[in-house]
């Protein structure tokens, strides 16, 4: 009996709410002018025919499962919807790979596939109603009841409006989009709902999406960050008395 051994290979993908079939990809050609859009554009497809579309990161899957992306700005990790119209017309999965190998040999003599339903890091697409504040350490102990550590950047704070079917309790850890294109606000770390002490200028509030409630959030800001932010390390502090105005 030869000696074994095997490699894991986790991609993800989705499957058609509507008929289980895994979801593909088409790919198009962009013809002669390809000057602002490059050589071919990339959609999610209910076709029989084209490659089954999936991605390495579990985060970029839940980026495509929130927000559609236009057909110029497209890419192989980054299709728009294409055929589906809204997230719940997607059903995340998980691919999983299993190569197996003899020992001293480079080829593999049998590859293991299997194909289940599977969570994705929680993401929301939330409107950002103020302008982000910055060099936020004092501001994080009056709302937050935490201090950042020294060394810690491209932390902000800013009102964003949320929609009634989200729990404001919900939101740190989420990855929070922009409206209308894959572009990331940042990764919530806390969230409070907006009371009376922190007022939102009136030209704010009218960006506020209709039935969404304002709720102040800190946020990672760097998207570039490469681990995630310790945030259940930061320094727990008492909040200060109220100060005499009620603007931070």
Known sequence: MPELRTETRTTYGFRDAATGALVRVRISENGPNTYACGDRSYALSRDTHGPVFEVEDPLQAAIILHADQQWYNSAEDSPSWGDFETPGDLLPVRFDAV???????????????????????????????????????????????????????????????????????????????????????????????????????????????????????????????????????????PAPDAPQSPRP
Request: proline content about 11%.
């Open 99 to 237: 190569a197996v190998f003899e020992h001293g040999y480079p080829d593999a003599v049998e590859t293991r596939r299997s194909t289940s339903p599977t969570p994705l890091p929680p993401a929301a697409v939330l409107s950002k109603v103020s302008q982000s504040r910055k060099g936020v350490g004092v501001l994080t102990r009056r709302y937050f009841g935490v201090l950042p550590p020294e060394d810690v950047h491209g932390v902000e704070m800013a009102v964003f409006g949320l929609p009634a079917e989200v729990d404001v309790e919900a939101v740190p850890g989420m990855l929070l989009m922009k409206a209308g294109d894959r572009i990331q606000h940042g990764v919530a770390l806390a969230a409070v709902a907006v009371d009376e002490d922190y007022p939102v200028r009136d030209d704010e509030m009218d960006r506020m999406p209709a039935g969404a409630a304002p709720i102040l959030v800190l946020f990672d800001a760097w998207p570039s960050r490469p681990t995630p932010l310790e945030f259940a390390a930061w320094t727990r502090v």
